[in-house]
């Protein structure tokens, strides 16, 4: 494994352990077993590491949501998405950091936007059960952006507040009770 390689693991471990704010060049050099300066050649910043480890990580899925429940369970898919906001906190909270600092750098909102798009496409497929490639654009556009609006609204309650944060339960029965408000046409 090369020095890049040795930086992006390192990085993803800091984002699990320590998260994005708390995370230094030090302890990225550290874990990595390079100099600091490993991390300006081949990222340029430390941010622009941090931001690529982010990126990974939550592409891989399975290391940050869980293993998928490879059927159309809403449940099963709702008590691993509560389960992962648990077990990575700190991870979660990078993930929202990561939103917030978007707002002032340009380069990384266009990179968090590519990465909304690809979670809708990604969580139509986790709803429906549809390989990505043969999902509609309808179907990414309403699923897909409805159940990302719903997770990353619950991995704030969850964050924040996890006492009272709804159960898988309580989101599938809060669901069914909304879908009976819904007109017949938008």
Sequence with gaps: MGNREKLLEAARQCLFTKGYERTTVR????????????I???FGSKEALLNQALFEALDSGDQVFGPSAGDTDLGALWRGLIEAFSANKTFWTA??????RAQRDPELRAQV???LRQ????MAREVTGTVEAELSEEAIRTIGSVQLALVSGLMMQHLTDPESAPTADEVLA???ALAAYLPEKA
């Design 174 to 176: 809060g669901l069914r």
């Design 95 to 100: 993930n929202l950091e990561t939103v917030l």
């Design 27 to 38: 302890d990225l050099a550290s874990a990595a077993g390079v100099s600091m300066a490993a």
């Design 113 to 115: 936007a590519a990465g």
């Design 119 to 122: 979670g809708r496409s990604g």
């Design 40 to 42: 300006g050649y081949h």
